[in-house]
T-cell receptor
Framework: AQKVTQAQTEISVVEKEDVTLDCVYETRDTTYYLFWYKQPPSGELVFLIRRNSFDEQNEISGRYSWNFQKSTSSFNFTITASQVVDSAVYFCALSEAANTGGFKTIFGAGTRLFVKA | DARVTQTPRHKVTEMGQEVTMRCQPILGHNTVFWYRQTMMQGLELLAYFRNRAPLDDSGMPKDRFSAEMPDATLATLKIQPSEPRDSAVYFC??????????????FGPGTRLTVL
């Protein structure tokens, strides 16, 4: 069965600090997809990144970077030099093939990040 | 800039009333998802469609909830009768499932439902 664990409920940092959000997942499939979404105070869910299970290359996009490690079933997200605008809830998600066809996605509980000026 | 649109953005209703939420997926996407977000349960998948056919609605309370896609540009989620415990934000998302696997889901702005 699928499971996504974001053990950090809330994190508070001061602007310009680096912060890492943890995500650990469980799946029996060899083919699956991992995602991170951002939910700012305005409420919308913004897509940040998608990785498939066969691509363990780490990725960097500006101040954001992601570390995917299949050996530990983790897909962690690091924000470098955090800014107040990074304050949001961040969700990790796992998508795998469903019995009914297509792919089924489950989301972690989210990590609320507060960045103080 | 293609986006998923949802209407209404906010809905306040009384217990027992029917509620219909609408979603327009991104043109060309072949999957549509309905999620419910509450503080207690987080983001829960209610239903999803591929090429307008329902693939999974196991997350949806069948006695009062129904989801349909009358055409490729419209998905609806209906609650009848509504109850206070249905108060939540309902998100619609659309995506493109390719032969090689799942694509990203893009979310609409959500409908904030309050049932009094």
């Amino acid at each position: 069965a699928q499971k996504v664990t974001q053990a950090q409920t809330e994190i508070s940092v001061v602007e310009k600090e680096d912060v890492t959000l943890d995500c650990v997942y469980e799946t029996r499939d060899t083919t699956y997809y991992l995602f991170w979404y951002k939910q700012p105070p305005s409420g919308e869910l913004v897509f940040l990144i998608r990785r498939n299970s066969f691509d363990e290359q780490n990725e960097i996009s500006g101040r954001y970077s992601w570390n995917f490690q299949k050996s530990t079933s983790s897909f962690n997200f690091t924000i470098t030099a955090s800014q107040v605008v990074d304050s949001a809830v961040y969700f990790c998600a796992l998508s795998e093939a469903a019995n009914t066809g297509g792919f089924k996605t489950i989301f972690g509980a989210g990590t609320r990040l507060f960045v103080k000026a | 800039d293609a986006r998923v649109t949802q209407t209404p953005r906010h809905k306040v209703t009384e217990m027992g009333q029917e509620v219909t939420m609408r979603c327009q997926p991104i043109l060309g996407h072949n999957t549509v998802f309905w999620y419910r977000q509450t503080m207690m349960q987080g983001l829960e998948l209610l239903a999803y469609f591929r090429n307008r056919a329902p693939l999974d609605d196991s997350g949806m309370p069948k006695d009062r909830f129904s989801a349909e896609m009358p055409d490729a540009t419209l998905a609806t989620l209906k609650i009848q009768p509504s109850e206070p415990r249905d108060s939540a934000v309902y998100f619609c998302a659309s995506g493109l499932v390719l032969p090689q696997g799942s694509d990203t889901q893009y979310f609409g702005p959500g409908t904030r439902l309050t049932v009094l």
